[in-house]
């Protein structure tokens, strides 16, 4: 394995889970015990826990936030969120494809937002097109698939048969069957591509700077906003709303949508998404993962994850996993190719002020490469105790020449800016929640 598959392989925590719950089954931190597995409501410790009451950030620190939850960030660093620059990425969220969380993405309710740096107005206009493109691409399909029906069937309707065919009722009565069937397709592919014309469209949501889409049963909004580019898509499907309720949705929450500048944290209940904010009641369901890095030591990713425990069906990773996988699992992939490396934990770890887990690796000698995980469990169905997690992993020039320049720092230092988080990551308090 050569160090960039290794490198991979060692920081890829669904591989670590896999051999945790599998060829490593025997070690008892991999598998929760039945008291951890038993579901329980919030105590008021544990609301007043996901508040942090007694923390007092320190005078020269910022804050800022995702979801429900504020963190702080030094002032003598930049923070930027990790987002696609110019141009929708595949509906993705990240530095990179290489330089991303697992998951990275937002989800409000059944509304997946991206946002996108970079931005001006030809920027929502492309995002537009991109979905009418697919429009044209499928009414093409369509073309396709009724020249072929009808070829076919015109091929048999022509097909030159001698007596034997003729006299053969059995053959004649196959052919005319097969006659009727690719017809019947080639007009009900018409059909489709009619409503699909008719059904697929621009369309105005009546906001400044801004273009929409209704695309089937898809709804899109594009906004432009400070210069970031902020799309919105929701989705239909089995459980979802009919489509007019669903309508009336998606504009009640773009008319709750507002921009917010680094480091500005609202003090009224909502959600907050990279260089935005959605106000509601403190009641929404949510979830997101998303990046972020600082701006001297652009190898080092740290992923941030939080939401609703049970909504919509997210279920989180467990942390007891994450994080025995992380340091025990990792460990002995490493040293069993020859790195030798430092492990951390699994150990107990305060989130705020509320007790997690952590495990991690790092290398003991040579260029600085590690990756770290901690976590804890949210309450299912509570706003103020969501899940929280946070995933440091570093790239180095040559695990990602294309994206990287400078190898990462030494791990104290990304060490010290993880648990910088860690420790002030807390629910936002407002007067809603």
Same mark, same amino acid.
């Given at each position: 394995?050569?160090?960039r598959?290794?490198?991979?392989?060692?920081?890829?925590?669904?591989?670590?889970?896999?051999?945790?719950?599998?060829?490593?089954?025997?070690?008892?931190?991999c598998?929760?015990?039945?008291?951890? &597995?038993?579901? *329980?409501?919030?105590? #008021? =410790? @544990? /609301?007043?826990? !996901?508040?942090?009451?007694? +923390?007092?950030?320190?005078?020269?620190?910022?804050?800022?936030?995702?979801?429900?939850?504020?963190?702080?960030?030094g002032?003598?660093?930049?923070?930027?969120w990790?987002?696609?620059?110019?141009?929708s990425?595949?509906q993705?969220?990240?530095f990179s494809?290489?330089l991303?969380?697992?998951?990275?993405?937002?989800?409000?309710?059944?509304?997946a937002?991206?946002?996108?740096?970079?931005?001006?107005?030809?920027?929502i206009?492309?995002?537009?097109?991109?979905?009418?493109?697919?429009?044209?691409i499928?009414?093409?399909d369509?073309?396709?698939n009724?020249?072929?029906?009808?070829?076919?069937?015109?091929? &048999?309707?022509? *097909?030159?048969?001698? #007596? =034997? @065919? /003729?006299?053969? !009722?059995?053959?004649?009565? +196959?052919?005319?069957k097969?006659?009727?069937?690719?017809?019947?397709?080639?007009?009900e592919?018409?059909l489709?591509?009619?409503?699909?014309?008719k059904?697929?469209?621009p369309?105005?949501?009546?906001?400044?700077?801004?273009?929409?889409?209704?695309?089937?049963?898809t709804?899109?909004?594009?906004?432009l906003r400070?210069?970031?580019?902020?799309?919105?898509m929701?989705?239909?499907?089995?459980?979802?709303?009919?489509?007019?309720?669903?309508?009336?949705?998606?504009?009640?929450?773009?008319?709750?949508?507002?921009p917010?500048?680094?480091y500005q944290?609202?003090?009224?209940?909502?959600?907050?998404?990279?260089?935005?904010?959605i106000?509601?009641?403190?009641?929404?369901?949510?979830?997101a993962?998303?990046?972020?890095?600082?701006?001297?030591?652009?190898g080092?990713?740290?992923?941030?994850?939080?939401?609703?425990?049970?909504?919509r069906?997210?279920?989180?990773?467990?942390?007891?996993?994450?994080?025995?996988?992380?340091?025990?699992?990792?460990?002995?992939?490493?040293?069993?190719?020859?790195?030798?490396?430092?492990?951390?934990?699994?150990?107990?770890?305060?989130?705020?002020?509320?007790?997690?887990?952590?495990?991690?690796?790092?290398?003991?000698?040579?260029?600085?490469?590690?990756?770290?995980?901690?976590g804890?469990?949210g309450?299912?169905?509570?706003?103020?105790?969501?899940?929280?997690?946070?995933?440091?992993?570093?790239?180095?020039?040559q695990?990602?020449?294309?994206?990287?320049?400078?190898?990462?720092p030494?791990?104290?230092?990304s060490?010290q800016?993880?648990?910088?988080?860690l420790?002030?990551?807390?629910?936002?308090?407002?007067?809603?929640?």
């Amino acid at each position: 394995m050569d160090d960039r598959a290794f490198a991979l392989a060692w920081t890829d925590a669904s591989l670590a889970r896999w051999l945790c719950a599998g060829a490593l089954a025997g070690l008892a931190a991999c598998s929760p015990s039945e008291a951890q &597995l038993q579901p *329980r409501g919030p105590s #008021p =410790q @544990d /609301i007043a826990e !996901a508040y942090h009451p007694t +923390y007092v950030p320190a005078a020269d620190v910022r804050s800022e936030c995702l979801g429900r939850v504020v963190f702080e960030v030094g002032s003598k660093v930049e923070l930027a969120w990790g987002l696609p620059r110019g141009r929708s990425n595949e509906q993705i969220l990240g530095f990179s494809r290489l330089l991303r969380g697992a998951h990275d993405g937002i989800q409000i309710g059944n509304v997946a937002v991206v946002v996108i740096a970079g931005a001006n107005q030809k920027t929502i206009l492309d995002m537009q097109g991109s979905v009418d493109d697919d429009k044209h691409i499928a009414l093409q399909d369509f073309d396709e698939n009724i020249r072929g029906d009808l070829s076919v069937a015109q091929s &048999l309707e022509k *097909r030159t048969t001698g #007596p =034997q @065919d /003729i006299s053969d !009722a059995e053959w004649q009565a +196959y052919r005319q069957k097969n006659i009727a069937k690719f017809r019947a397709s080639a007009e009900e592919y018409k059909l489709r591509k009619q409503n699909l014309d008719k059904d697929w469209h621009p369309t105005d949501w009546g906001l400044p700077d801004s273009t929409g889409y209704i695309a089937g049963p898809t709804l899109y909004a594009f906004l432009l906003r400070g210069g970031y580019a902020f799309q919105f898509m929701s989705t239909g499907g089995e459980g979802e709303a009919p489509f007019e309720q669903r309508v009336v949705a998606f504009k009640d929450l773009l008319s709750r949508f507002e921009p917010r500048s680094l480091y500005q944290v609202p003090n009224k209940a909502g959600v907050c998404i990279p260089h935005g904010f959605i106000a509601d009641d403190g009641k929404g369901p949510f979830n997101a993962d998303v990046s972020f890095r600082y701006a001297d030591s652009p190898g080092v990713i740290y992923t941030l994850s939080t939401g609703i425990v049970g909504e919509r069906n997210d279920e989180p990773n467990d942390p007891l996993i994450e994080a025995t996988a992380r340091a025990t699992v990792s460990a002995v992939i490493g040293n069993s190719y020859g790195r030798k490396l430092k492990v951390l934990g699994p150990k107990s770890v305060k989130i705020g002020a509320r007790g997690g887990l952590l495990g991690g690796i790092s290398t003991a000698e040579g260029a600085p490469g590690y990756s770290v995980y901690a976590g804890v469990g949210g309450v299912p169905g509570s706003q103020v105790l969501p899940h929280i997690s946070l995933n440091m992993r570093s790239f180095d020039k040559q695990t990602a020449p294309d994206d990287v320049k400078v190898d990462p720092p030494p791990f104290e230092q990304s060490l010290q800016r993880f648990e910088q988080t860690l420790s002030s990551a807390r629910t936002r308090r407002t007067g809603s929640l």
